[in-house]
Structure formats: structure tokens, C-alpha cells
């Protein structure tokens, strides 16, 4: 039967091209995203899975810059090790030669100082970005190693701890040196803080009081005040007087005044070891904060004691030099240790990166050869199916034949 109501040959050839036209813009898209699955609506399960991954890709990209910043830091530290390692054998080569009679010892004390103090440069310039894992100033540093999720979609960062190695010749000590300053309590005697109060304040000074009786030669007195930093080191002569206490203030007050501090700065001389620090400014209040370096309380603190001006100190520095060096040893092989480590980890997470991303690709990526073949296919069924839907439409007409 024939009817000009319903062409049911048209409606077929129309459906069938609105399926050919859906499949092609959906070839077109692969083609211009290079992805079969680019939102939720293609495959949401899929979708959702490569999301995650890429998140996780997102953040081993993070971990490997941190990996990086690890193992350079640890490569100072490492290289610094080895460094004072070279520079000891080099003070032993001095040390034995010391053990003679016939030699000239003022001479080898001289390259010994030289080379201690090459050791001291060395160890306090080993930073990096700020770090320092060889001055004693930190005890453990955490590089971020991993990002590790469990069946249950939790995730949890694991880190590799690198021991920091104290090849200093001094180090922060619990002696109470500032004992009776301004901000020390009983078991901070080492260090102090306070604030003082703009001039003319209720709290705008405050005093900081040496105690002789923890102090040696080579010991270090730091005060911060503001931005502006003051310190001073204690020698034998000040060691050697009966008023050391009063000494060592005095030199560290002209050393707080050449600060540049706005601080005026008075010594009490009734009072043994004690300064007056006055904030100078009517303005501003100030922090002041102090800290003692003890010179033999470092790792290689004993390197200070050497001495191979007699021939008893000759003999006490060969048995001495032995035990620093073997410490300078074992920092540089736990460095290397970590190091290694390190890199290890940081090669892994690369590879695992690789693979992580190899992995979304085919569960997302277009097959390009394949999407290709269908395009083709597709455009010659729309051509077809578009001709068949002409045809439908011109049927019809057929009809007017009969009322002829």
C-alpha cells in the first residue's frame, strides 16, 4: 500500500543516517582529541579510572622535583665529606711529620691552623637551598620518596630519612653561658630571647650576662637583634685573664655597637659579665635573641685541641687525627648510602611514571590506523544513506502516475 501520509522508506533512510551522521561525529572527535574516551558520557567506569591515574601521575611528577632537590642537597653534603676527609689526611701528612726532632713544628702548626680553618669554610658553606647537613644545625632531614594507594582508594606519601652528620668543629651546647640574661630559664642556658618595648616603654631593655665558667677558646656568642646580627668569639688571651667574664662582655658590647643595631648597649661594671641593651628606637619594638657555640662540642670538635707545636702535642694530634678522620669516613659513606638510595627511588618513580601513563593511553587513546579505516567506511555510508533517503522522498511522486 502506498500512502503520501507515511513514507515508511523515508523514515528508515532517515534513521539510518542519523545513526551514520552520530558514528562520524563521534570518528571526527577521536580524530581531533586523539582520544576515545574524552568525557564521562563515553565510558564513565573508563573515565573515572584514568582521572585517578592522571592524578597520581600529577603528583609523582611532584615527587620526582623532590627527589631531585634530595639528592642534590644530599650531594653537597656528601662532596663536603669527602672534602674534609681529603683536608684530614692532608693535616695527618703534617701530624707525622710533627714526630720528628729535627723539624721545624711552628711551621707545620701553621699549615695545621690553615687547613682546620679550610675544614671549617668547607663544612659551613655545604648548603643547599638553606640546608645544611653537615654544620650539626640539623638532625634528620625527609625527602619525599612516594604517593602509595591501597585497594580501598586511600593514599599516603612515604618519605626516605637522611640522617644529617656533624663534621663541624663546634656546636650548640645545654652550658648555661648566658646564665642571668634576660629570657633564659634553668635548662635554656645556652640560648636566650626576649622582646624589648619601643623606647621608653616599660620593657624597652634587657640584659645579657656571661657566665666564664663554661667558656673556652674558639667558643662563639651570637646575638640577632632585629635584622641585624652580633658576634663574638672567644680567644686564649681573654681566656687567660682573671676578669674573663668582664672581657667577654666587652667584646661582644662594641660587637653589638658595630652592628648597626638602634640599640644603645651600657656594661655595668659592678656587675661581672653583664650588659645593659637599650632599644634605641621610639618607635618599633625590638627581639633580641642570643645563642652560644661551644668550639669543641662538634663532630670533629677535638680537631680544635690539635696542636704539633711541642712534641707532646705531636704525639697527642697522631692518635687524635685518626678518630677524625674515620668520622669524616662514615658521614661520606651514609651520604653515599642515601644518595644512592635516593637515586635509585628517583629512577624508579620516572619509570613508574612511563608506565603509569602508557597505562591510561590505552585505556583512553583513539587507534588512529582504526579510527582512520572508519572515517573512510562511514563517509561512504553517509553518501549512501543519503542517496537512499532521496530516493525515499521522491516516491511519492509515483503516486500522481494514477490520477492522470
Known amino acids: 500500500m502506498s500512502s503520501i501520509l507515511t513514507n515508511n522508506s523515508a523514515m528508515v533512510a532517515l534513521q539510518t543516517l542519523k545513526s551514520v551522521n552520530t558514528d562520524l561525529a563521534k570518528t571526527q572527535d577521536m580524530i581531533s582529541t586523539g582520544k576515545e574516551i574524552s568525557t564521562a558520557k563515553d565510558n564513565a567506569s573508563l573515565f573515572a579510572i584514568s582521572k585517578v591515574m592522571e592524578s597520581d601521575v600529577s603528583g609523582f611528577k611532584a615527587i620526582s622535583e623532590s627527589l631531585s632537590l634530595g639528592e642534590s642537597s644530599v650531594a653537597v653534603a656528601r662532596n663536603a665529606a669527602e672534602t674534609t676527609t681529603d683536608l684530614l689526611n692532608q693535616m695527618k701528612e703534617k701530624i707525622v711529620a710533627a714526630q720528628g726532632d729535627n723539624v721545624d713544628r711552628s711551621k707545620l702548626q701553621s699549615d695545621v691552623a690553615a687547613l682546620r680553618d679550610q675544614i671549617n669554610s668547607v663544612v659551613g658553606s655545604a648548603q643547599f637551598n638553606g640546608l645544611n647537613l653537615v654544620d650539626g644545625s640539623t638532625g634528620s632531614t625527609d625527602v619525599l620518596a612516594s604517593l602509595d594507594r591501597d585497594a580501598s582508594g586511600n593514599v599516603t606519601s612515604s618519605s626516605i630519612t637522611v640522617n644529617a652528620q656533624d663534621l663541624s668543629t663546634g656546636g650548640y651546647t645545654a652550658a648555661a653561658a648566658f646564665a642571668g640574661s634576660t629570657g633564659v630559664s634553668a635548662d635554656q642556658g645556652d640560648s636566650f630571647g626576649f622582646s624589648m618595648d619601643a623606647n621608653g616603654g616599660t620593657s624597652d631593655n634587657g640584659t645579657i650576662a656571661i657566665d666564664d665558667s663554661v667558656l673556652s677558646a674558639g667558643d662563639k656568642l651570637t646575638v640577632q637583634l632585629g635584622n641585624d646580627t652580633?658576634?663574638?668569639?672567644?680567644?686564649?688571651?681573654?681566656?687567660?685573664?682573671?676578669?674573663?667574664?668582664?672581657?667577654?662582655?666587652?667584646?661582644l658590647?662594641?660587637?653589638?655597637?658595630?652592628?648597626?643595631?638602634?640599640?644603645?648597649?651600657?656594661?655595668?661594671?659592678?656587675?661581672?659579665?653583664?650588659?645593659?641593651?637599650?632599644?634605641?628606637?621610639?618607635?618599633?619594638?625590638?627581639?633580641?635573641?642570643?645563642?652560644?657555640?661551644?668550639?669543641?662540642?662538634?663532630?670533629?670538635?677535638?680537631?680544635?685541641?690539635?696542636?704539633?707545636?711541642?712534641?707532646?702535642?705531636?704525639?697527642?694530634?697522631?692518635?687524635?687525627?685518626?678518630?677524625?678522620?674515620?668520622?669524616?669516613?662514615?658521614?661520606?659513606?651514609?651520604?653515599?648510602?642515601?644518595?644512592?638510595?635516593?637515586?635509585?627511588?628517583?629512577?624508579?618513580?620516572?619509570?613508574?611514571?612511563?608506565?603509569?601513563?602508557?597505562?591510561?593511553?590505552?585505556?583512553?587513546?583513539?587507534?588512529?590506523?582504526e579510527t582512520s579505516a572508519r572515517l573512510q567506511a562511514l563517509q561512504t555510508q553517509q553518501q549512501l544513506a543519503t542517496q537512499s533517503l532521496s530516493i525515499a522522498n521522491q516516491a511519492p511522486q509515483s503516486i500522481l502516475a494514477l490520477f492522470r
Open 230 to 251: 652580633a658576634s663574638y668569639t672567644v680567644t686564649s688571651e681573654d681566656m687567660a685573664s682573671t676578669t674573663t667574664a668582664d672581657v667577654v662582655s666587652v667584646g
Open 253 to 369: 658590647k662594641t660587637a653589638i655597637e658595630e652592628s648597626g643595631a638602634n640599640v644603645t648597649v651600657d656594661y655595668d661594671s659592678g656587675t661581672a659579665g653583664q650588659i645593659v641593651v637599650t632599644n634605641a628606637d621610639a618607635t618599633n619594638s625590638l627581639s633580641v635573641s642570643g645563642q652560644y657555640t661551644n668550639a669543641g662540642s662538634g663532630g670533629l670538635g677535638t680537631l680544635a685541641s690539635i696542636d704539633v707545636s711541642t712534641s707532646g702535642g705531636a704525639n697527642s694530634a697522631l692518635a687524635n687525627i685518626e678518630s677524625l678522620i674515620q668520622t669524616s669516613i662514615d658521614a661520606a659513606a651514609s651520604f653515599g648510602k642515601d644518595q644512592a638510595r635516593i637515586s635509585t627511588q628517583s629512577d624508579f618513580v620516572s619509570k613508574l611514571t612511563d608506565s603509569m601513563e602508557s597505562g591510561i593511553g590505552s585505556l583512553v587513546d583513539a587507534n588512529m590506523e
